[in-house]
């Protein structure tokens, strides 16, 4: 079992649509958990972080964490086709190594 | 400031050969990493610093790679000799502390013929 899991995609939807980006883990003891964007040839960027059960918003991105079923999720609302992108979620247990997932292509159709 | 610096870009060798992949980090960061991203397998963690220490190599996939961190300013990760399943985009980031947020470079993209 990988330790961080995601679907690989692509996730297509439309333009102003919500877009739901889903993700597990398999470390009980993991803290720490984060969303990555990822355009096509370019380097991961840091989109959101979020630490405890529950959502977390910041403008149309909101995370939310359930510790109890080791799952974390990324909401976009009204999706743009600049979110057209990968999305990684990572996770990181105490001062451990931040682990990622593969990844979740999302496309978003004008 | 400039943000995390690699280089190569793009870096086109043949297998047997030696390849040194650069990085400087942002000025003032204690932590950088060295990760290689592909698409079966992701964005895995080679080997992370701390004050130019090793703190964990765990990922470096054999003893044909290494990595050095001179100074705060500067590190490589070599590959010696180099193996076609090396071709990989191989991506270093810095951080401010263990738990703050990783920057990461343009990455270097590698391919061994």
């Known amino acids: 079992q990988k330790e961080v899991e995601q679907n690989s995609g692509p996730l297509s939807v439309p333009e102003g649509a919500i877009a739901s980006l889903n993700c597990t883990y398999s470390?009980?003891?993991?803290?720490?958990f984060f969303w990555y964007r990822q355009y096509s040839g370019k380097s991961p960027e840091l989109i959101m972080s979020?630490?405890?059960?529950g959502d977390k918003e910041d403008g149309r991105f909101t995370a939310q964490l359930n510790k109890a079923s080791q799952y974390v999720s990324l909401l976009i609302r009204d999706s743009q086709p600049s979110d057209s992108a990968t999305y990684l979620c990572?996770?990181?247990?105490?001062?451990?190594?931040?682990?990622f997932g593969t990844g979740t292509r999302l496309l978003v159709s004008p | 400031d400039a943000g995390v610096i690699q280089s190569p870009r793009h870096e086109v060798t043949e297998m047997g050969q030696e390849v040194t992949l650069r990085c400087k980090p942002i000025?003032?960061?204690?932590?950088l990493f060295w990760y290689r991203q592909t698409m079966m397998r992701g964005l895995e963690l080679l080997i992370y610093f701390n004050n130019n220490v090793p703190i964990d190599d765990s990922g470096m996939p054999e003893d044909r790679f290494s990595a050095k961190m001179p100074n705060a300013s500067f590190s490589t990760l070599k590959i010696q000799p180099s193996e076609p399943r090396d071709s990989a985009v191989y991506f270093c980031?810095?951080?401010?502390?263990?738990?703050?947020?990783?920057?990461f470079g343009p990455g270097t993209r590698l391919l061994v013929l």
């Open positions: 980031a810095s951080s401010f502390g263990i738990q703050e947020t990783q920057y």
């Open positions: 979020i630490y405890s059960n």
């Open positions: 000025s003032g960061h204690d932590y």
């Open positions: 990572a996770v990181k247990a105490g001062f451990q190594k931040l682990v």
């Open positions: 470390d009980r003891g993991s803290q720490s």
